[in-house]
DNA sequence: GACTGGCACTCGCTACAGTCGAGTGCCAGG
DNA sequence: CCTGGCACTCGACTGTAGCGAGTGCCAGTC
């Protein structure tokens, strides 16, 4: 499977050429187009090996090529010439993210920001709990027996549980509780948590060995166990762009997985290092999103990883500026939460 | 435009008919599927004068018919008989809605379950804080000189902001502050706080004042002038169903619409009593939606009203059981939330 | 006066044949 | 190894014809 660097620039020729127009790309145009300096008869030859190693194909006989998910693939890989945001792009991020007062404003300007840069669909998953460490436990009492449990994250999350006392709980004691498990659980990470939460109960006087039973069986299973993502999604609209010629006419099978936390959560939370993450069509593991492409990568202060953005769109998106936007906003959002 | 009786039955016909089977219905099939006692000329003549009327009309001279936005309207008004909801509709609602921890937790399985009985687009706005009464306000240090408000409604909302403050701020200043907040605002309606949060400047140590302005200033800003309104949305694969048939072939005016929490607030946000609200195609403020239908109505624990909830469709959507679903829903959440 | 059967008419839908043209594969020659 | 030329394929489009669902109207009946 020879191929050489005028194949290359083919199927290069082809993807832009076709994320372009959206129509499938004849040897003719091709030249006309692109400085290839040589004949479309040529052309159709090296079309002809790349047909043959998968790279592209023909809807039908007597049309132009199209890339496959492969040659997409290839052309992410080994043919992408970065393109640079422009300066107007930089100056948009930054001022739609300079307004945002609080976490969940943060998230909601990223993700339109997102959708709308890339004009595809945006997903940007909370500041992962799991990711993030303890810094402020707060005990409110509600009434006698109840009181709300308000945990605050380094990564600016808030998360609050009503929690049921086994019996009324006099003011003293919801002191003692809340000096104890700040003292115990504030800076260690949520997924180290656990053992410190169980070893709480012993650490209490006899009395508020109930009171803190039940509370540290709240902490445990709202905030450890079933651990909170958070996901936020925007640009759904732009789905129905490019008419019905994405998505193979149905829509159904996307907005379906992207109704479903879970599968988001797999699109883009699994996020280890902070590099970019490109998935094609094919390469997709959730069946509903065959005809779809995914870019995604992780973001955080620094060099740290909290959660994970990216945004999903057709397999004919233009992967080198969708890749660019998204590397950018992620790196904006994280100088952002370094602030804090 | 006498409109007598059988004529109705008529329009009721062709009503549920066209419903139910997504075709222009003739005069025939009218009177094969309904009891109408008379021949298909009667029926057609009878239909002449409803065409006339504009409450149903021709997509073209050789089709049967359809009913037009104005149909629906008489139908909805007039016609419809109540479908009770069956008992298995009414289990799954239970069922679905019992296990819910805390409001997320609420709102979220009520606009799935929502979504998932009436096949739809559902969407659901959290109790809104301008009918929301504080019950408790926190202030916990986050730093020497940045606090964070938390603030508990009693419909259960939470919500913060972080405070920068002027300056560095004592523990005992911090009591201080957050006993004076409390006194002055647990129990009133937010809708009612700003006098009362201005006059608490007033109110303090001259030491105080300039930390209790700040606080003053977010309090007001935060949770009253711009008072998030939060809103929950599911089911938008349900567009899809049908085809491309509804909404005339084009979603984007319906999933744009949908991304705007104004225009759904708008939607589903102005209810003052309980009362069902059924938007038909034209009757719609909102251009993108002249296509669909929304059903919607308020909840709130008793008789009050702390938000609304609805779902939105094709004009030709199944009036009787979705208003009949609404309903239920609504009231169930209602009763949920009383118990707290 | 209201209803009915009958009939002519309309018009979208489908099938079919014919034409056009973009694009290809292949081959012979440079 | 590249190129120009040529035959071929096949989808897209056009026009025509037949079908059938459904209508509007009218004359006749109860």
């Known amino acids: 499977m020879g191929l050489d660097d005028r194949k290359l620039a083919v199927l290069r020729a082809i993807v832009e050429d076709y994320v372009a127009t959206q129509e499938p790309v004849g040897s003719r145009a091709l030249v006309e187009r692109h400085q290839l300096g040589v ?32 040659g997409y693939r290839l052309f992410v890989d080994r043919l992408s010439r970065v393109k640079p945001l422009s300066p107007a792009e930089r100056r948009a991020i930054e001022r739609f993210l300079l307004g945002a007062v609080d976490l969940d404003d943060v998230v909601h300007r990223t993700v339109r920001l997102l959708a709308q840069l890339t004009r595809q669909v945006a997903v940007v998953q909370y500041p992962s709990l799991a990711r993030s460490s303890v810094r402020h436990l707060e005990l409110v009492p509600i009434s006698t027996t109840r009181l709300m449990l308000v945990m605050i994250a380094d990564t600016g999350r808030v998360e609050q549980r009503l929690v049921e006392m086994p019996g009324p709980i006099p003011a003293d004691d919801v002191t003692d509780l809340r000096r104890l498990v700040n003292e115990k659980l504030v800076d260690t990470r949520l997924s180290e948590t656990p053992p410190l939460v169980q070893a709480l109960v012993d650490e209490v006087s006899p009395d508020l060995r109930p009171a803190m039973a039940t509370l540290s069986s709240v902490l445990l299973e709202t905030l450890v ?14 789905l129905t762009r ?5 998505f193979q006419g149905s829509l159904r099978p996307i ?17 280890e290092e902070s590099s970019m993450r490109v998935r094609i069509g094919d390469e997709n593991e959730i069946d ?35 890749i660019a936007t998204v590397r950018a906003v992620a790196r904006y959002v994280g100088d952002l939460l370094a602030q804090n």
Chains 1, 2 share one sequence.
């Open 39 to 70: 004949s479309p008869a040529t052309v159709r030859n090296d079309m002809a090996v790349l047909e043959e190693e998968g790279y592209i194909r023909q809807p039908h006989t007597s049309a132009g090529r199209v890339p496959t998910d492969r």
């Open 225 to 238: 166990e079933r651990h909170e993502e958070r996901i936020a999604l925007a640009g759904t609209a732009n």
């Open 242 to 246: 490019g008419g019905l010629l994405d």
């Open 255 to 271: 907005l379906e997985a992207l109704e479903e936390e879970v599968v988001l959560l797999k699109l883009i939370g699994e996020v």
């Open 288 to 322: 509903n999103l065959r005809a779809a492409s995914v870019v995604s990568t992780g973001y955080g202060p620094g060099s740290t990883i909290v959660g994970g953005l990216g945004v999903l769109g057709p397999t004919r998106m233009d992967y080198p500026s969708t």
